[in-house]
């Protein structure tokens, strides 16, 4: 699969592409160029870029990405044993073959079998984390999930415990 090279800045609302390029080198000069600060005699600042280049999968006329649904989930599992049974889910659209041309299969990133993994964050104040997966199977994933909150209840599996934090359904993560 062919890529073109943008060079983008920001995020969010902030967020804009400045010019697309064929080679990846044109691309990064112009990204360093933005990235300048462009101060000037008069005490206006330009507030310098955080440009940076993105690949982009590039589709010639006639040419379509394959586009699958994939299901992603999380739930809260706190270190006293509590679980916030409210699941999030959410489901987005994604072009498999820019995955598939970097090395990775979309049947590893996302798949029939759900991708799970434990994660902790400052935003759970040393309290907790949350399981959170992805697979292209919502029900499979839920269940995933759910098994995976009912051993933590059991205490059958302790996240912080766990080394690799990593997993596919069906296999025991290492302990």
Same mark, same amino acid.
């Given at each position: 699969?062919?890529?073109?090279?943008?060079?983008?800045?920001?995020?969010?609302?902030?967020?804009?592409?400045?010019?697309?390029?064929? @080679?990846?080198d044109?691309?990064?000069?112009y990204?360093?160029?933005?990235?300048?600060?462009?101060?000037?005699?008069?005490?206006?600042?330009?507030?310098s870029?955080?440009?940076?280049?993105?690949?982009?999968?590039?589709?010639?006329?006639?040419?379509?990405?394959?586009?699958?649904t994939?299901y992603?989930?999380?739930?809260?599992?706190?270190?006293?044993? @509590?679980v916030?049974?409210?699941?999030?889910?959410? @489901?987005?659209?994604?072009?498999?073959?820019?995955?598939?041309?970097?090395e990775?299969?979309?049947?590893?990133?996302?798949?029939?079998?759900?991708?799970?993994?434990?994660?902790?964050?400052?935003?759970?104040?040393?309290?907790?984390?949350?399981?959170?997966?992805?697979?292209?199977?919502?029900?499979?994933?839920?269940q995933a999930?759910?098994?995976?909150?009912?051993?933590?209840?059991?205490?059958?599996?302790?996240?912080?415990?766990?080394?690799?934090?990593?997993?596919?359904?069906?296999?025991?993560?290492?302990?």
């Amino acid at each position: 699969m062919k890529h073109i090279y943008c060079v983008a800045s920001g995020c969010y609302s902030d967020y804009r592409v400045h010019a697309v390029f064929e @080679r990846e080198d044109d691309a990064a000069r112009y990204a360093v160029e933005l990235s300048k600060d462009r101060g000037d005699d008069e005490g206006w600042a330009l507030r310098s870029s955080d440009a940076r280049v993105e690949i982009m999968p590039y589709y010639p006329e006639g040419g379509a990405p394959e586009i699958v649904t994939v299901y992603r989930a999380a739930l809260l599992l706190y270190d006293d044993g @509590r679980v916030m049974e409210d699941f999030w889910p959410f @489901r987005e659209t994604m072009d498999v073959k820019p995955q598939a041309s970097q090395e990775w299969s979309h049947e590893v990133v996302v798949g029939a079998r759900p991708v799970l993994r434990y994660v902790r964050a400052p935003i759970y104040s040393g309290k907790g984390g949350r399981i959170e997966g992805t697979c292209l199977d919502a029900r499979a994933l839920i269940q995933a999930i759910k098994d995976r909150a009912a051993m933590f209840k059991a205490g059958a599996w302790n996240p912080r415990s766990s080394r690799e934090l990593n997993w596919q359904s069906g296999e025991e993560p290492a302990s």
